[in-house]
Each structure stands twice: as C-alpha cells, then as structure tokens.
C-alpha cells in the first residue's frame, strides 16, 4: 500500500495554471503507475492523466491533452500536473491515485483537491 497526499488546488481565472502535488508514503513508489483523475459536482470521476514507473510513458484524457502535464521525482516520491491554460470545466476535486502495474484498478488514492477556474 502506498499513502497519497494531494496538494497545490485553489482557485484561479481562466487561462491561467496552476500545480498539483502528490506526495507518496509507503512501499516502492516506484512499483507504481500513477494518475490524477477529477471529479466535478454531479459528474462521474473521470481519468485526467497518467504516467508510468519510470517517467518515460505519459497519457492524457483527450480534454487535457497539449494543456496539462504530468511527471514524478523518484527522489522525492511525488507526482506532479501542471495545468496550464485552464478553463472553467477543469473545476473539480483532483485525485492522485496509484496502482501496480499488475493491477487493473487502482486501489490506493489520496483525499483529493478541489481546483475551481473563474471565467
């Protein structure tokens, strides 16, 4: 198991940015796959981004995609997404989340972080 804690929401204007952070405890941050997801009132949580063990493979959710950049720093066990150019739809609670690569789900998420974009 491995412990999330998420960091760096708030509020911001539309076209600006802002970066979440995730800070992993535990066992083997490196063992895992990790992904922020979000959640807005009323939606479903849905899948933002993703990268894998080792930095070098990354996936977006097509409406992200060219705006939002997630990394890690092993060193530090955290997860990074930048978010740049946000619009008002990208408010919602932000959840860092990981999973063993040999895993299908992921089983181990943080408590979230609320992001609201003013228009």
């Known amino acids: 198991q491995v412990q999330l804690v998420e960091s760096g929401g708030g509020l911001v204007q539309a076209g600006g940015s802002l970066r979440l952070s995730c800070a992993a405890s535990?066992?083997?941050?490196?063992?895992?796959?990790m992904g922020w997801f979000r959640q807005a009132p009323g939606k479903e949580r849905e899948f933002v981004a993703l990268i894998s063990r080792s930095g070098s493979s990354t996936f977006y959710a097509d409406s992200v995609k060219g705006r939002f950049t997630i990394s890690r720093d092993s060193a530090k066990n955290t997860v990074y997404l930048q978010m740049d150019t946000l619009k008002p739809e990208d408010s919602a609670v932000y959840y860092c989340?990981?999973?063993?690569?040999?895993?299908?789900?992921?089983?181990?998420w943080g408590q979230g972080t609320q992001v609201t974009v003013s228009s």
């Open positions: 989340a990981a999973r063993l690569v040999s895993a299908s789900n992921y089983n181990n």
């Open positions: 535990g066992r083997s941050f490196s063992n895992y796959v």
